[in-house]
């Protein structure tokens, strides 16, 4: 399948391990946002896509939007001619070869049109995460479980994979109010329908615990971050409620 994978960028070029990215293109598209830098990250972008045999390109975002709106830029102009979009953190916390095992699962599964990696501690895998992120995170994302109304466990991990169909298209059709908990209002636009779309059924999603998922240093990330978060979830589900109501 033509696949392109969305890799949001902003400040950075310090991060960013081109060889790692040269050889994700050899199985998927890579599309890069830059959102805005004000450090190296173009020429960082530019000379990784030389390398690449034409299988990653970037775009260039003229003012930083914010990690929501790279990624729904991204993705609107992957849509065409894809058979499945995604996305992607730039630091690869999801490595590469679990990006891939990730769209495999999305292809193989029948009736699947979502994969989403899921960050979840077990014995034998490499999935960590610092304790007080993890609770953090576990808080909210049972929060946003709740507000979704899906049984879904891990809400904000950056990896996730998307088939091609009109409900995705109707979901990333307006800007998302948050920067960083979009993932939550994306997921609620499928799961709630409205704006011309039916909700889609909970059968077409399928969650993926990944067997190694890194919390790279650099994160911009801070706890305050966590009280916006809460807020904004709240924000999500009043605006949920009115575009379900709108009609589907
Ligand atoms: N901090 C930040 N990251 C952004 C922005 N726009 C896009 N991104 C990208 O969002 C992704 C996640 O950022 P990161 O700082 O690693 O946050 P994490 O989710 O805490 O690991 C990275 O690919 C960033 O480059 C922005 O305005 N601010
Ligand atoms: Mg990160």
């Known amino acids: 399948v033509n696949a392109v994978l969305v890799v949001p960028c902003y400040d950075e070029a310090k991060r960013i391990r081109a060889d790692e990215f040269v050889r994700l ?11 805005g830098s004000k450090d190296d990250t173009p020429t960082v972008l530019e000379d990784l896509c030389a390398r690449s045999d034409g299988r990653a390109r970037w775009t260039r975002l003229a003012s930083n939007s914010g990690k929501g709106e790279a990624v729904r830029q991204g993705l609107l102009g992957a849509l065409d001619g894809a058979d499945a979009v995604g996305f992607a953190d730039a630091d690869l916390a999801t490595p590469v070869d679990e990006l ?3 769209l495999d699962v999305l292809e193989r599964t029948a009736g699947a049109e979502v994969a989403l990696g899921s ?6 895998n ?7 992120r993890h609770l953090l995170g576990r808080a909210f994302a049972t929060a946003a479980s709740r507000v979704l109304g899906l049984r879904i466990y891990d809400t904000q991990c950056g990896a996730k994979w998307f088939r091609v169909t009109p409900a995705l298209r109707a979901a990333i059709a307006e800007p998302f109010l948050s920067r960083w908990i979009f993932d939550v209002e994306l997921l609620g636009r499928l799961v709630r329908g409205g704006d011309g779309a039916a909700p889609v059924p909970e059968s077409v999603f399928v969650e993926v615990p990944l067997l190694a998922w890194r919390d790279v240093e650099g ?3 801070r706890g305050e971050h966590f009280v916006r978060a809460a807020w904004e979830l709240m924000q999500i589900r009043a605006r949920l409620d009115a575009r379900a109501r709108r009609g589907g």
């Open 219 to 221: 994160s911009k990330l």
């Open 100 to 102: 891939v095992r990730l």
């Open 119 to 124: 960050r979840v501690r077990l014995l034998g």
């Open 126 to 132: 490499a999935v960590d995460r610092p304790l007080g």
């Open 25 to 35: 293109s050899r199985r998927v598209t890579v599309s890069f946002v830059d959102d």
